[in-house]
């Protein structure tokens, strides 16, 4: 993996050990409960989450040079920093389109171990992407991001982390909500 890539790759690595620790501290109860009939709960976060990086993984696997062979500059990066710092807030933001209409294609689990199974064989997946991505193409577009537009393989990367990042504040408001089971 390029060094470019492999610092954004272990800091989004770090990040979902959060994650981890919720589906091994949470018993099932917890981790489906909703504090209101309209909101989510920690595991239909985490399914959001993983929906969102393998729809990401699949385009960017798929992704061809050939066709869109696109180099990018200082306004995609500044779009990262700006959406970086927006999922570093604790605000809320709707669920990009492309998300929800594809959260049930994956067929995830609502057991907590077998799901973690499932993010983790995924993250394997990611990691080859990485590990294989052309190192002449790390400065092109190679990633749709639904809300900035085209973005590189390393900003992809950023994003993956303050998205986790993000969600950690929703997760938090759920395990302090008065109703969690105890």
């Known amino acids: 993996m390029h060094p470019k890539i492999e610092k954004h790759w272990q800091r989004f690595e770090n990040s979902k050990e959060y994650y981890d620790a919720l589906l091994k501290v949470f018993n099932p109860e917890q981790l489906h409960f909703k504090p209101s009939p309209d909101s989510w709960s920690m595991m239909e976060v985490m399914h ?20 869109k062979n696109e180099k990018l500059g200082l306004m995609s990066q500044l779009k990262t920093v700006i959406l970086v710092n927006r999922l570093n807030s ?36 990611l990691k080859k ?11 092109y577009f190679s990633f749709y991001q639904p809300v900035i537009g085209k973005i590189t393989l390393p900003q992809t990367l950023q994003f993956f982390k303050a998205h986790l990042k993000h969600h950690e504040h929703q997760i938090e408001a759920i395990n302090h909500h008065k109703g969690f089971p105890k």
């Open 48 to 67: 959001h989450l993983y929906t969102s990086e393998k729809l990401s993984a699949n385009f960017i696997k798929n992704f061809d040079f050939k066709r």
């Open 90 to 125: 604790k605000k809320k933001f709707k669920a990009p389109k492309v998300l929800t209409e594809n959260k049930d294609t994956f067929n995830l689990s609502d057991d907590p171990h077998t799901f973690q199974h499932q993010w983790d064989e995924l993250r394997i997946e």
């Open 129 to 139: 992407i990485m590990q294989n991505f052309p190192e002449e193409k790390l400065s």
